[in-house]
């Protein structure tokens, strides 16, 4: 059983960086896929970036590419999302998943999830 803990969401005005960070606990292969979606109210959940835990893999989605970067350090069993040029409809909960089978974009491939954190851009 893995466990992700999201933290880092807040409010932060147009054109601001925040960087959100996913703790992991459990065990972790190197081919576990880490990505962040996100959903806003009314709208369906979105993936932004994945990671393999290894490393070798980066994906992005195409809102995205450019402002926001995915990243991972093993040692502190922890993925980030940093994410600069922030826009207002960058709004929404973001949330944490593991694909133990892949490296899918699709959310219902995803087997664990966290509980999400809320990031809030102003205009």
């Known amino acids: 059983q893995l466990q992700l803990v999201e933290s880092g969401g807040g409010l932060v005005q147009a054109g601001g960086s925040l960087r959100l960070s996913c703790a992991a606990s459990g065990r972790i292969s190197s081919t576990y896929f880490m990505a962040w979606f996100r959903q806003a109210p009314g709208k369906e959940r979105v993936f932004l970036a994945g990671i393999t835990w290894s490393g070798n893999l980066r994906t992005y989605g195409d809102s995205v590419k450019g402002r926001f970067t995915v990243s991972r350090d093993s040692a502190k069993n922890t993925v980030y999302l940093q994410m600069n040029s922030l826009k207002p409809e960058d709004t929404a909960l973001y949330y944490c998943?593991?694909?133990?089978?892949?490296?899918?974009?699709?959310?219902?491939?995803?087997?664990?999830w966290g509980q999400g954190t809320q990031v809030t851009v102003s205009s």
């Open positions: 998943a593991v694909d133990t089978a892949g490296s899918s974009t699709m959310a219902n491939r995803y087997n664990y």
